[in-house]
């Protein structure tokens, strides 16, 4: 079975701050991982996803993440954060891209100070 | 050019009713999923179809019934509503082939009275 560990429900840092939201994973089998955000009232858009090949990801926003299979990570980084980057940010994880579900972390709420 | 949309957005009702939520999806994805967001944000799938056939099923109870007449459409029909409930439904579409995530509607606030 697959799982996903969030590390902090929510994560407070200042404007251009870095902005670092940690994911650890466990998986049988090669994982898929995603970053979902989730604005008030929306749905769940993707920011980023690894499947295979560059561990290092750019996603959508100035988002980034490193698979690190060695620590189960998929930790997702900003250099500098926007108050509009303040949401709920889901990680998640699947075996394949297609038909699986998606077995998601418990949310991290990030805001943003002035 | 809604890509997943769902009706309605809201939905208050009172225990016991019996109450449906469409999802229909216009990105010629084969697959479409039903997930659950708890109070506390928690996500979890309840459903998948692949070209109107249920291919995950999860733990839920058979109160929950998904219907899929094609495979642009799937809704969630639920008899005898209780307050555990409540929540908001996502649905969600992807493709198995072309290596496509997941897409997903606004959800549906579902709240029993």
């Known amino acids: 079975a697959q799982s996903v560990t969030q590390l902090g429900s929510h994560v407070s840092v200042s404007e251009g701050a870095l902005v670092l939201l940690r994911c650890n994973y466990s998986?049988?089998?090669?994982?898929?991982l995603f970053w979902y955000v989730q604005y008030p009232n929306q749905g769940l858009q993707l920011l980023l996803k690894?499947?295979?090949?560059?561990?290092l990801v750019k996603g959508i926003n100035g988002f980034e993440a490193e698979f690190k299979k060695s620590e189960t990570s998929f930790h997702l980084t900003k250099p500098s954060a926007h108050m509009s980057d303040a949401a709920e940010y889901f990680c998640?994880?699947?075996?394949?891209?297609?038909?699986?579900?998606?077995?998601f972390g418990q949310g991290t709420r990030l805001t943003i100070n002035p | 050019d809604t890509a997943v949309s769902q009706t309605p957005k809201y939905l208050v009702t009172q225990m016991g009713n019996d109450k449906s939520i469409k999802c229909e999806q216009n990105?010629?994805?084969?697959?479409m999923y039903w997930y659950k967001q708890d109070s506390k944000k928690f996500l979890k799938i309840m459903f998948s179809?692949?070209?109107?056939?249920?291919?995950i099923n999860e733990t839920v109870p058979n109160r929950f019934s998904p219907k899929s007449p094609d495979k642009a459409h799937l809704n969630l029909h639920i008899n005898s509503l209780e307050l555990g409930d409540s929540a908001v439904y996502f649905c969600?579409?992807?493709?198995?082939?072309?290596?496509?995530?997941?897409?997903f509607g606004d959800g549906t606030r579902l709240s029993i009275l």
């Open positions: 969600a579409s992807s493709s198995v082939f072309g290596n496509q995530p997941q897409h």
């Open positions: 998986s049988s089998v090669p994982p898929y």
């Open positions: 690894y499947t295979t090949g560059a561990t």
């Open positions: 998640a994880v699947s075996d394949s891209q297609g038909a699986q579900k998606l077995v």
């Open positions: 990105l010629g994805h084969d697959t």
């Open positions: 179809y692949n070209n109107k056939e249920l291919i």
